[in-house]
Structure formats: structure tokens, C-alpha cells
């Protein structure tokens, strides 16, 4: 079963280390939603995503941010295969 940043299509060596604990939080609390891959719901995830680090202090990934706007604009879909990130 892939994981969050598997859905996404990101590099994993890529992220900053300074998101390392959002990407940590948001991973299990994905699993914990279920693992949502559609469009729709991952949009739905990663909007709560984004709002939410900043409340406990997280730094998300920009990468986040930019495959939610990906999404809204329809330019990206998971399981695309557009490559990496």
C-alpha cells in the first residue's frame, strides 16, 4: 500500500528536513482518514493539512501546497504518473 508521499508523487529525499515532523504528523493522520487517494478527498485532506500545521507550530512542505493548487486547477491527479517532485 503506498503512503502519503507516494500518493502525492513526491521525492521523499527532496523534502526539507525542517517539514520532517509535519510530514511525520500528516502521514499517520492520513492513514488515520482512511488513506484518501481520489481527488477529491486528498484535495479535502491536504486544504485541513495546511491549515492545521501552522496551529502546532509545523512547517509544512511546500510541495503540500502546490499539489492542493495542482488539484483545484486540475493539473495534477493522483496515480497520474507525471513523475516525481
Same mark, same amino acid.
Given at each position: 500500500?503506498?503512503?502519503?508521499?507516494?500518493?502525492?508523487?513526491?521525492? &521523499?529525499? %527532496?523534502?526539507?528536513?525542517?517539514?520532517? %515532523?509535519?510530514?511525520?504528523?500528516?502521514? &499517520?493522520?492520513?492513514?488515520? &482518514?482512511?488513506?484518501?487517494?481520489?481527488?477529491?478527498?486528498?484535495?479535502?485532506?491536504?486544504?485541513?493539512?495546511? %491549515?492545521?500545521?501552522?496551529?502546532?507550530?509545523?512547517?509544512?512542505?511546500?510541495?503540500?501546497?502546490? %499539489?492542493?493548487?495542482?488539484?483545484?486547477?486540475?493539473?495534477?491527479?493522483?496515480?497520474?504518473? &507525471?513523475?516525481?517532485?
Amino acid at each position: 500500500m503506498a503512503d502519503l508521499i507516494e500518493v502525492l508523487e513526491v521525492n &521523499r529525499d %527532496r523534502l526539507p528536513s525542517a517539514t520532517k %515532523r509535519a510530514v511525520d504528523y500528516l502521514q &499517520r493522520y492520513w492513514a488515520e &482518514r482512511g488513506s484518501p487517494s481520489g481527488a477529491e478527498p486528498l484535495e479535502k485532506f491536504l486544504d485541513d493539512a495546511i %491549515r492545521f500545521c501552522p496551529t502546532v507550530g509545523f512547517r509544512y512542505p511546500k510541495v503540500f501546497l502546490l %499539489r492542493l493548487k495542482q488539484l483545484q486547477r486540475h493539473e495534477w491527479q493522483p496515480e497520474g504518473g &507525471r513523475g516525481s517532485l
